[in-house]
């Protein structure tokens, strides 16, 4: 059974590059279809814009997971700034609270 982990920064940006890729060469025949049923083509029953629908649906999802893709490659390769685990609050008492010099002026919290 193979064990599950997430994907590295360069399969990810493989993987966006070949979607990218389709949907790119897929946008050229699409466009030209969209163009060519604008402007008055043969349009036969339904058969020829459901494909039309189904064809920009794919193009579109093509390009929108390959920029995912590309995103999630980039919040990877950024590193995060690590948490601060060392600094010890000391815990502040539910009875009398410090106040600071100014009348008025509560201390984190205070009412």
């Given at each position: 059974m193979r064990a599950r982990r997430p994907l590295r920064v360069?399969?990810?940006?493989?993987?966006?590059?070949?979607?990218?890729?389709?949907?790119?060469?897929?946008a050229g025949p699409v466009i030209a279809a969209v163009l060519v049923y604008r402007a008055g083509g043969p349009q036969v029953g339904t058969a020829v814009t459901a494909s039309l629908v189904v064809a920009i649906a794919a193009v579109a999802v093509c390009l929108v997971t390959g920029l995912w893709l590309l995103a999630t490659a980039w919040r990877r390769r950024t590193p995060r700034p690590a948490t601060d685990t060392t600094t010890v609050r000391p815990p502040v008492s539910h009875g009398l609270r410090p106040r600071l010099g100014m009348s008025g002026v509560a201390v984190r919290g205070a009412p």
């Open positions: 360069t399969e990810l940006v493989t993987g966006a590059m070949v979607l990218l890729a389709a949907g790119g060469g897929m």
